[in-house]
């Protein structure tokens, strides 16, 4: 609350003097704690909480089975938090919509919070030229693959909304392949009409994207952990993870996301 208030005024200042600005406003929720007042979990009652399908023994087929051979203690963490949360209610279910419940009232006071700073974009009359993006750095497993914790190489970590609107170029629509956030800088470098750095960039600028989505994004994109690397396509999504020690391959996830887009069946 206290970034969109001062952000808020920041803008107010800012269309006074009637100069070019970018402007960088952070939310820490939904991170956890997953703390917000208490009217935003009121919007979320618990009995109309919806878990994600989680099935039996979903993980026994990746690579939380190997974590006792070292190297990928990042993960074990997802595996610590979704025990404990089962162990402090009554029941996996329970605990599982505790936790969800909370992740949607943050969720809903950083939507007020971005609402709050595009009005004040709006008010000063300067959403008809200012471009806004918005997106996050990772996402939230929510009790998938018995997993409650980010920093996983499955769809629900490495996915984070990125949304772009440019007055005037941008046209709604929704790109059905994969762009990555080294695209933001290209995207920004071009719209402004500035000089792209000598070094060459791996992003590529999403211009063209943003005038017809229809267009779609990249064939591929590669995701790197400490632990291992995922290589995504439009159809599927292969993992292969790490040891620490010696660099050699500890596991190995494959999934056909035409037929699994739930990452269920690896069949690697």
């Known amino acids: 609350e206290n970034n969109a208030y001062l952000a808020v005024q920041k803008i107010n200042e800012l269309a006074k003097k009637d100069v070019p600005f970018f402007a960088a406003v952070g939310f820490l929720r939904p991170h956890t704690p997953l703390i917000v007042p208490k009217n935003f979990f009121d919007r979320f009652p618990l009995d109309q909480i919806q878990l994600p399908e989680i099935l039996d023994s979903d993980d026994i087929d990746t690579f939380l089975r190997s974590m006792a051979d070292g190297g990928l203690n990042s993960n074990k963490l997802g595996k610590k938090m979704f025990n404990s949360i089962v162990q402090a209610y009554d029941s996996k ?46 996402g939230f497993h929510m009790g998938e693959k018995d997993y409650l914790y980010k920093n996983s190489l499955w769809e629900e970590s490495t ?67 400490t632990n291992g690397f995922t290589l995504k396509t439009k159809g599927f999504s292969y993992t292969e993870f790490i040891k620490a020690t010696d660099n050699s391959i500890l596991d190995k996830m494959l999934y056909d996301h035409r037929k699994n887009k739930d990452e269920n069946t690896n069949v690697a």
């Open 93 to 138: 279910e329970l605990g599982l919509k505790k936790f969800v419940q909370a992740y949607l009232a943050c969720i809903a006071a950083v939507d007020e919070n971005v609402g709050n700073v595009l009005k004040a974009l709006e008010e000063n009359n300067l959403d008809k030229n200012t471009i806004v993006v918005l997106t996050s750095d990772h």
């Open 159 to 225: 996915r984070v909304p990125l949304i772009i609107r440019v007055p005037g170029i941008s046209m709604p629509g929704k790109v059905d392949r994969a762009v990555s956030l080294i695209d933001i800088y290209p995207t920004l470098v071009e719209l402004c009409g500035l000089k792209a750095p000598k070094e060459q960039l791996d992003g590529n600028s999403l211009v063209p994207i943003l005038k017809n989505p229809e267009l779609g994004g990249r064939e591929h994109i590669f995701i790197k952990r």
